[in-house]
């Protein structure tokens, strides 16, 4: 009887701990929480670049992959360039910033 009772926890255990591994991301694919994350990170740094009176005017596109947001769109100067970057740098789970806006000639 112990012996079928440890085999059983064993196999559970086994269960358990293969799962787990199953759903932490790899190189090639994220975790759901991580696309959760990223997805919420850009909601916030959308909205909050909608909400700054000099930057509204402006269409800026906004991704992000594992914390790190890139900005890509036109603006008018380099100070709409560097205000972007300082908003999206601000937003909570930001690692870190690509801004690949270009000023409009």
Known sequence: MKTI???VRSFLLIVLVVGVAACGSTS???APGEYVDDSV??????????AD????????????????????????????VN??????????????VKNNLNVKK
């Open 5 to 7: 009772n440890t085999f």
């Open 41 to 50: 990170i850009t909601t916030k740094v959308k909205s909050q670049l909608a």
């Open 83 to 96: 205000r972007a970057g300082e908003i999206a740098r601000g937003v909570q789970g930001v690692s870190s």
């Open 53 to 80: 009176d000099f930057l509204k005017s402006f269409e800026i596109s906004v991704e992000t992959y594992k914390g790190v947001v890139q900005l890509s769109g036109f603006v008018d100067s380099q100070t709409a």
């Open 28 to 30: 090639k694919q994220s």
